[in-house]
């Protein structure tokens, strides 16, 4: 019975030993045989009807197991030799699934093993990183305190440029004041120069006689100049020279203003410069000069290590760099400077280990046309200092005006005339105090 109990469709378990029991009651009041009824159908038929929802109370039990009778008692041991080769097949199976897990344990328990020693592996790895992580950590903290060293000391700088800072504008608005009481002197000037040029209008009166190179040369308030032998010089030197002479400039010399921003700037850097033992341009300084491979001069600084120029035009491009060693000077080689353009120039000095600028200063490359004037000036006039001074004067060669100046003023020492003029040229290149 319980062989064929096991073969039945799916019932609930409830279900199976109350279907059992009242099956067995109608069976037996048919004089029915427990082997010789087709239990699997029986249960399946009950199963019907409980799905039709009837009670236990309205199936008919009698008909159920009627119709579940075999018809061959014969079929029912042939199904008791099926269920025992099942059983037997179960266990077997049993066995084989006993196997199965130990095999699969041992396996298990291997994977396991080496996944213990892969753990340990992996826990020594990352003991090492950690440790390597700590060591890392410490150095990390330690450019960290380095950092933050350099950032005081960063600050301490800023500080520095600060109170730099206050002292430059305090320095810029002393010579500001100094450069406004200048400008009313020179204005004064000016209107004294333009009252006497007014007295003699009418009538053309002596302005000054000087010894120049040879002989006397006189300038009358007409502005005609009388070189050596009576010889009259033409208009347009004459003009450069009774300006020269009268107002201190020459009329179409070229604008300073451009250079003179850079000046003003580079006098109050060399105040600071004096200081700090920064080096100080000395030529070309706020002068035109004739040759693309000037020599660029400037004061020595005592313990220089080496020095570098750096020239840059008026585009604030820098268009070249060189050495001159502990030399205070240094040729522009070829091919660098162009005719007719204006450049900047500046030297750092290195010295105990740092570096030091000097103030930036300006100059320019006369034209060729404007050298072509000044060279055949040069060839009509080569015995007059006056004459020359006023012709470069006129073309922005302040630095050979000088020269030209210098020697008038060794011819003429007693002449206020002749100092004033020298003054003016040296005050132009910013070589005496305003």
Not at 3 to 23: F, H, K, M, N, Y
Not at 112 to 119: A, C, I, Y
Not at 120 to 143: A, N, P, S
Not at 312 to 322: L, P
Request: with cysteine; charged share 25%.
């Amino acid at each position: 019975m319980s062989e064929l109990e096991g073969r039945r469709p799916q019932i609930r378990d409830d279900s199976r030993v109350r279907i059992l029991t009242l099956a067995t009651k109608a069976r037996q009041a048919l004089g029915l045989p427990a082997k010789a009824i087709d239990w699997p159908k029986l249960y399946d038929k009950v199963y019907h009807e409980y799905a039709q929802g009837r009670a236990e109370s309205e199936v008919d039990w009698e008909n159920i197991v009627a119709d579940c009778k075999l018809e061959n008692p014969a079929t029912h041991a042939t199904l008791k030799w099926m269920a025992g080769l099942a059983a037997a097949v179960i266990v077997l199976g049993s066995v084989v699934f006993a196997w199965y897990q130990e095999t699969r344990y041992r396996t298990l328990d291997k994977r396991l093993k080496l996944l213990t020693v892969k753990q340990e592996t992996q826990y020594g790895t990352l003991d090492r990183q950690f440790k390597l992580l700590t060591v890392t950590v410490d150095v990390l903290k330690q450019q960290n305190d380095l950092l933050q060293q350099k950032n005081e000391a960063l600050q301490k700088q800023v500080e520095k440029v600060a109170a730099f800072q206050e002292e430059t504008r305090q320095l810029v608005a002393t010579t500001q004041k100094k450069l406004e009481q200048r400008i009313v002197q020179l204005q004064r000037e000016d209107e004294a120069l333009k009252t006497l040029i007014a007295q003699f209008t009418t009538q053309p009166r002596l302005l000054l006689a000087l010894q120049d190179t040879q002989e006397v040369v006189t300038v009358d308030s007409k502005g005609t100049v009388l070189l050596a032998g009576e010889v009259m010089l033409p208009s347009s030197p004459s003009q450069a020279v009774f300006d020269f002479v009268t107002r201190g400039t020459v009329t179409g010399s070229p604008d300073m203003t451009q250079l003179r921003g850079e000046a003003t700037r580079g006098e109050l850097r060399s105040i600071r410069s004096a200081k700090q033992k920064k080096p100080v341009p000395i030529s070309p300084v706020l002068t035109a000069v004739r040759s693309t491979t000037p020599t660029l001069r400037w004061k020595a600084t005592h313990g220089t290590q080496k020095y570098q120029v750096t020239i840059s035009n008026s585009n604030d491009e820098i268009i070249w760099q060189g050495h001159a060693g502990t030399q205070p000077q240094v040729a522009v080689p070829t091919d660098i400077l162009q005719h007719g353009w204006v450049y900047f120039w500046q030297v750092e000095v290195f010295m105990d280990e740092q570096s030091r600028l000097s103030p930036i200063v300006g100059f320019w490359v006369l034209d060729m046309e404007t050298l072509s004037e000044v060279e055949a000036a040069e060839l009509s006039y080569p015995n007059s200092a006056l004459v020359l001074a006023s012709v470069y004067k006129a073309h922005g060669l302040h630095e050979e005006a000088l020269v030209q100046l210098e020697r008038l003023a060794d011819m003429n020492p007693t002449s206020p005339l002749v100092q004033v003029m020298l003054n003016n040229v040296r005050r132009q290149l910013g070589r005496v105090e305003g």
